[in-house]
């Protein structure tokens, strides 16, 4: 059995919080549905134990350990906050992380109904975490890039996920964001991977984020695509109208990248319908709800 494979369970975590936090053993544990890269186990009512599954590398554990304690204190929203740090060992031979557990339902398993609140909590939030990062912040890779960089990945999920009916409306808006200006500002913090199943709601609107593993300084479009992926109908135009930052050019790449991000979810949800490894059953339908936002623009 390969690490990739290494079998997680409720003992093998429990046995690991007793030999490093022995102080920790006795919560109570549950395992949390989702994850790729990392599998989530409930700690308590206040912890989650983060499991490096997929992941190839310890690089994304050990970022969010490096630098979510300072974004946190003065982000609007909840994020998980590392308090514990998991060492390899014979018993798991990677490295695992005890964090804050954010309280709320993943948006892939629920739903926003409070729409003009939510577009205006994430213009919030974004507005709070898009500020100049330090020299030493972890800068952009396929996460980051400008969508003229993207072509391979974006060319990959349209043969996989698009609709033949729309495959023209499709290009023109990815075409749109690879003619468009590169990111002309400073690098700034930018979460990189916002998609319904790494944001919570709860009472009908956003109410935490989650998974930083993509973290990066850089192009803020990354995250403004998000707008449509996340808010219902409607939503992006609130949205950029109290985020009041971007520019035509991010927009358009920001529109461009969250037209790939919703193929993306429409190719995983298929793949989840075959049975694939790593695939999302319900991430079809919530892809193509966001393609449809993104082709009806703002």
Same mark, same amino acid.
């Given at each position: ?13 429990? $046995? ?12 109570? &544990? *549950? ?15 206040? @912890? ?11 690089? @994304?554990?050990?970022?969010?350990? *490096?630098?979510?304690?300072? @974004? ?6 909840? &994020?998980? #906050?590392?308090?514990? $740090?998991?060492?390899?060992?014979? *018993? ?15 948006? %892939?398993? /629920?739903? &926003?109904? *409070?729409? !003009? ?6 213009? /919030?939030? @974004? ?37 033949? %009916?729309?495959? /023209?409306?499709?290009?023109? #808006? ?8 590169? =990111? ?18 709860? !009472? ?14 850089? !192009?803020?479009? =990354? $995250? ?16 950029? !109208? ?14 461009? +990248? ?16 075959? /049975? ?14 966001? +393609? %449809? ?6």
């Amino acid at each position: 059995m390969s690490d990739s494979e290494t079998a997680i369970g409720e003992e093998m975590v429990r $046995d690991l919080l007793r030999e490093q936090h022995p102080d920790l053993a006795g919560l109570p &544990i *549950r395992a949390v549905a989702g994850g790729w890269g990392n599998q989530m186990w409930r700690l308590g009512t206040e @912890l989650a134990v983060r499991m490096q599954r997929m992941d190839t590398g310890p690089e @994304l554990q050990l970022k969010e350990r *490096r630098w979510l304690p300072a @974004l946190a204190a003065r982000l609007p929203l909840p &994020i998980p #906050v590392p308090v514990r $740090d998991g060492t390899p060992s014979e *018993r798991f031979p990677r490295i695992w992380t005890v964090m804050s557990w954010v309280e709320g339902t993943p948006l %892939d398993h /629920g739903s &926003i109904t *409070r729409g !003009d609140h939510a577009a205006e909590t994430l213009a /919030g939030f @974004l507005r709070a975490l898009h500020v100049e990062a330090p020299a030493d912040a972890p800068p952009a890779s396929d996460f980051g890039a400008h969508p003229r960089d993207c072509t391979g990945g974006f060319e990959h999920f349209f043969r996989s996920a698009a609709p033949a %009916d729309l495959a /023209g409306e499709i290009r023109e #808006v990815w075409g749109e964001a690879v003619a468009a200006p590169a =990111w002309q500002g400073p690098p700034v913090w930018v979460h990189g991977d916002l998609h319904p199943a790494n944001v919570v709601v709860a !009472d009908g609107t956003l109410a935490g984020v989650v998974d930083f593993g993509a973290l990066f300084a850089g !192009d803020p479009a =990354w $995250d403004l695509s998000a707008a449509w992926l996340l808010l219902p109908a409607g939503g992006a135009a609130r949205f950029f !109208d109290r985020y009041r930052q971007a520019d035509e050019a991010s927009v358009r790449r920001a529109r461009g +990248l969250a037209a790939m991000k919703s193929l993306f979810l429409m190719s995983m949800g298929r793949n989840g319908e075959l /049975g694939l490894p790593g695939g999302q059953p319900n991430w079809g339908p919530v892809g193509r709800s966001a +393609l %449809d936002r993104v082709l009806r623009g703002l």
